[in-house]
């Protein structure tokens, strides 16, 4: 069946720097979601991601998609304190099965 | 416009004892999900509705997990008996398929189950 890997698990950034994380699956994709969770929170929609190499930026996030439609990466500019929490992607194949991947927890360091 | 509204918020059961889910999705909402997320970890699709149909059940175990969403509005997940593994953050989530494609999940606050 699919499986999805997000790495790093966690990530620690000092406040100014950038970061990258990546969604990697061993199925193509139909579309990948990044979703944001704060500490005690629930999962927040960033963006979806449905076209080979597609790539959207939300002021400091890029979201990109790699053009065999496998792996997908969130790469966050100039960190900021408001940027800690856990990021998910979540991943539907083509047969419409969804799997939301482990996490990167981001940690941000004054 | 109300969100996801999920109860209750939080439930301590001793194991062997039932338990029960309560989800409302936003109004219009024709797709809902429920997830069981474990400490450090995403959350784990149980079953998909779309309406009152359920299309992807394949994670629930079904010996002990039961699910139902009778009039394709709000829904119920119950689990009988629970067991200790059972102890989680049950997520319930639902979208729209009016959106030009873009599926978006809407997550209620969840129910945090403590499972003694």
């Known amino acids: 069946g699919q499986q999805v890997m997000q790495i790093p698990q966690y990530q620690h950034v000092q406040e100014g720097e950038d970061f990258t994380t990546y969604c990697n699956s061993s199925?193509?994709?139909?579309?990948i979601q990044w979703y944001k969770q704060r500490p005690g929170g629930h999962p927040v929609f960033l963006i979806q991601?449905?076209?080979?190499?597609e790539v959207k930026k939300q002021k400091r996030l890029t979201f990109q998609f790699g053009e065999a439609k496998k792996n997908s990466s969130l790469h966050i500019t100039a960190t900021q304190t408001t940027d800690v929490g856990t990021y998910f992607c979540?991943?539907?194949?083509?047969?419409?099965?969804?799997?939301f991947g482990a996490g990167t927890q981001v940690v941000v360091t004054p | 416009e109300a969100g996801v509204v999920q109860s209750p918020r939080y439930k301590i059961i001793e194991k062997k004892q039932p338990v029960a889910f309560w989800c409302n999705p936003i109004?219009?909402?024709?797709?809902l999900y429920w997830y069981r997320q474990n400490l450090g970890q995403g959350p784990e699709l149980l079953i998909r509705?779309?309406?009152?149909?359920?299309?992807?059940d394949s994670q629930l175990p079904k010996d002990r997990f039961s699910a139902e969403r009778l009039k394709g509005v709000d829904s119920t997940l119950k689990i009988q008996p629970a067991e200790l593994g059972d102890s989680a953050v049950y997520l319930c989530?639902?979208?729209?398929?009016?959106?030009?494609?873009?599926?978006?999940?809407?997550f209620g606050p969840g129910t945090r189950l403590t499972v003694l």
């Open positions: 991601l449905v076209k080979s190499g």
């Open positions: 509705y779309e309406n009152e149909e359920a299309v992807d």
């Open positions: 199925t193509t994709l139909s579309n």
């Open positions: 979540a991943a539907t194949d083509s047969w419409g099965k969804l799997q």
């Open positions: 109004s219009g909402h024709n797709t």
């Open positions: 989530a639902s979208s729209s398929s009016a959106g030009q494609g873009i599926y978006e999940q809407f």
